[in-house]
């Protein structure tokens, strides 16, 4: 499968934004997707993860409450509504897939073995 970011941009604290990651290729249903972000000088950091029918979600504690992951298998997409940004929210975000990741693992970026390229949230104060 391959994946295709978007939905970034640059807007003001306290705004919202929604990333959409498009997958191509494969069956998309088998696949649980996680979305991470890297700013400058930072490591790759996990966001948010949903499993392969949607029916778990897991986020991290700097997003819990303000973001929500979803997915639609018939469209092939998995969103990120990202609301009540942070200045502290600014980086390249970036979708992932595996098949065989488990619940363990959602947060590790190496149990994902497709990427998408990523896009750039700028959240000004």
């Known amino acids: 499968v391959q994946l295709q970011a978007s939905g970034g941009g640059l807007v003001q604290a306290g705004d919202s934004l929604r990333l959409s990651c498009a997958a191509s290729?494969?069956?998309?249903?088998?696949?649980?997707v996680g979305w991470f972000r890297q700013a400058p000088g930072k490591e790759r950091e996990f966001v948010a993860a949903i499993r392969m029918n949607g029916d778990f979600t897991y986020y991290s504690d700097s997003v819990k409450g303000r973001f929500t992951i979803s997915r639609d298998n018939a469209k092939n997409t998995v969103f990120l509504q990202m609301g009540s940004l942070k200045p502290e929210d600014t980086a390249v975000y970036y979708c992932?897939?595996?098949?065989?990741?488990?619940?363990?693992?959602?947060?590790?970026?190496?149990?994902?073995?497709?990427w998408g390229q990523g896009t750039q949230v700028t959240v000004s104060s």
């Open positions: 992932a897939a595996s098949r065989t990741v488990i619940l363990s693992a959602l947060r590790d970026f190496r149990s994902y073995n497709t």
């Open positions: 290729g494969g069956t998309f249903r088998s696949y649980t």
